[in-house]
């Protein structure tokens, strides 16, 4: 049984233990023990969810002790400070089903409660050699240490849950791209104009058996469009993970039970990225050295370089603007996704048309304008093979498919060489004419495709009831019939005679 | 045996005439050929209450389309042959009917469905006529989709089934695009080995016969075209039958109905050429009939 330490009383039996400013009885240590292993990370749950857990995380020591009767418990000691700390720290152990003690080196006695407001005492100090001796108003115990728990290692083993309202969230994303991937998720992200930062990380072999290490592509991006996370999510060998705390991601769509923006023991430079729940966590002791994923995109360099020299003679100055020209290419066609049909493709479109599956009626759209229609398709043209076939070479820009533009600028600097009209989509002819089309101009081509049609108004207001009756259609799928399908069949010619 | 063919039946009636009559997917059996598809109706009742039930209350609604009626015959074994033989005829354009060696299939399962609705004799009462009209007057509504799946190196095609998920995975990667066709009755016998159009089509028309007021309910169809054929002829041969037949007919374009019936007029088969005086005097009693009916109705 423990005394309740009184008012105004001074002295204390239990080795360590002494009154603070306020009278409360205080060791310099904090105790806390918990019965089992996910108490004890409910515990850090719970606490990283309130503050923070790095005021006491230098001095703070996790232990499996384990009683004389075998049983096995996990305690944190902490520096105690003050009575405010064990108080907050007193609070969430309640709630995470454990017991607050205090003392100083071997004998813990129970930390203050409702019932004893400044604290306890023991009345006789148990005689045993174990290392840690703990009373409680409803126990007394002495534990052997057993091994010590790093909390770092604690986190890194912790399975992240699944929870898709992350995906959700705005902001920077970390992304790993198996070897392979990298060169498509680069020129993706570069035809794009997705600004990102990549670099080559290597991690030891998986086992003996393989040679070179494991490669993977670190991709740091400040913002995703959301056009692009269904590809980048879904696509296997990807990962997106978002920075949850400074040198920790976790991958979108899940979260770490603990929050780690709280508890800093994954400092920068490394980095841990904690992946599916079957999944080991990727460790790098430091982060790769960055690039602009710009600098790896596709560069055409000339034999020699022209060397500028200044002339003194303003009358030598050359002007050196040349005309656009549109010449043939030998490139395979990529990105055809328009087409001008004019003359006599008109009546050729008219003819396709009735053969165009609803899929790419719905999808195309198309804009009638006094010099021929222009269809655009985003996933492809080919469903159209009618008239003259554009490819986009940036957005808002196209030129004849199978053509090349000279001189060989950027198809940014070509843009801006004709006003980056905003609103407004080039198509550049094989004449070097450029026609503007409007983009409010291309509608649907379903909705243009169909000419008016006669029609009667109705003369029946029934609608409701017509809907209550309305059945749907009776369509036929078919599925094999089975082995020897005919066996029920006799031949025609049986049946006649 | 009997038990096999109960089962049969029952899987007749819920995956080829309900849907048939209430909408929604049918599901061609088992080819059943004449033999099996005559018999499998003889002694059997829907045991199912609750699909009888919602069969009857569709089947009054289209009868009260033509007749002031509240109910109609239950399913004869003869309206079951009928089930069976469209049952076949789906079949037969069923692509998986048939392997590399045994094309020929198709085109023997045509004639066999045909074999069995010829054998069905044509209703013998006005209300036998009318109940049957009531199980198959959709038969011309049912479709078929068909999906064309292309990808960036190649192409798929699938005749009224939809399309695997794992053609369609990464449609932006791969550059998927998935085009569906609505095909109708008329239209699938083609590209069926072995199997022209006009087999289709003919198989189609003896079909469509066994059901005169189906037949001529649908006259305005663009295929197959409507002939005479002894049902419908013994159906507009008597009063009642020509009112339902009117009845039916009033519910189409008059143009398109008196360009069919001279058609129809027109190429009388030799066996049937005694009643061309009745084919001229129903055309001529419908004339003035739609006429009256298009006068009144603008009034």
Known sequence: MLERVAVHQTRLRTPGLGLDAKGVALGSKGLVLLPSMDRLV??????????????????????????????????????????????????????????????TSRHFVQYRDAAAPFGYDVPQILHADAGLSLYHSAFSQAYEVERKIDVRQLLLRLSAHPDPSTA??????????????????IHYFVRSGVEADVGVAEWPPESSFDEAPVVRYIFQVPEIPPRMVPLLTRTPGLGV????????????????????????VFGEPGLVLFRRPSEDPLELPQVPAMGDVKAFARIESRAQALRAQTTQDPKKLVAISLPL???????????????WVRGPDIDLLRQVAYSLGPDTLRRARVAFTEEGIFIRH???????????????????????????????????????AFGAPTGQTLFLGRDGRALAVPNEAFVSLEVALLEAQLWAPAKGVQTGVTAALATELPEVFLSSPGIRPMRDVAAAGDEKG | MADDLAERFDELVTQVLAPLVLGGRIEPVRPLGPRLGLAIGEGRKISDSELR????????????????????????????????????????SNLELSGAFSRSRHAKLLDCAMVLASSVSRPR?????????????????????????????????????????????????????????????????????????????????????????TDLATLARRSPAFRWSEPSLSLIATVPGRSLAFRALSRQRSADVHTALDRAAASLQAELRPAEPLVKAFAQEVGTGLAMFSKKTAA
């Not at chain 2, 959709?138 to 990808?151: F, G, Q």
């Open chain 1, 42 to 103: 409910a515990f850090f749950a719970l606490y990283t969810r309130q503050g923070s857990l790095a005021d006491i995380l230098r001095s703070l020591v996790v232990e499996v002790v384990k009683s004389r009767l075998g049983a096995r418990e996990v305690t944190l000691t902490f520096a105690a400070e003050s009575s405010d700390r064990m108080d907050r720290v007193s609070e969430i152990v309640r709630l995470a089903g454990g017991y607050t003690f205090t003392g």
């Open chain 2, 125 to 213: 009462t006005i209300a036998e006529a009318l109940a049957r009209h009531t199980l198959f007057a959709r038969a011309l509504e049912v479709i078929r989709t068909d999906t064309t799946v292309s990808w960036w190196t190649g192409s798929a095609s699938f005749r009224g089934q939809p399309a695997p998920t794992r053609l369609t995975r990464w449609r932006e990667l791969r550059r998927v695009r998935e085009d569906t066709r609505r095909i109708p009755l008329v239209d699938m016998g083609t590209d069926v080995p072995h199997v022209t159009s006009d087999m289709w089509l003919d198989a189609l028309n003896v079909w469509l016969a066994r059901s005169p007021l």
């Open chain 1, 325 to 339: 020209r549109l010449v043939p290419s030998s490139e395979p066609w990529r990105h055809v996704t328009a087409t």
């Open chain 1, 378 to 416: 985003q996933t492809g043209i080919e469903g159209i093979p009618v008239g003259e076939l554009y490819r986009e070479i940036h957005t808002g820009l196209l030129i004849p498919a199978g053509y090349d533009a000279l001189p060989a600028v950027a198809p940014e600097v070509l843009h801006r």
């Open chain 1, 241 to 264: 993970f978002i920075p949850v705390a400074p040198g920790a991601a976790v991958l979108s769509g899940f979260r770490h039970p603990v929050n780690l923006r709280a508890c800093p």
């Open chain 1, 168 to 185: 959700l969230e705005p902001g920077p994303r970390l992304m790993v791209a198996e070897a392979g991937l990298d060169p498509a998720l």
């Open chain 2, 53 to 92: 039930s919602q069969l009857d209350v569709a089947r009054v609604r289209v009868a009260r389309l033509l007749a002031p009626v509240d109910t109609v015959d239950e399913v004869t074994p003869e309206d079951v042959a009928l089930v069976a033989a469209l049952n076949d005829l789906l079949q037969a």
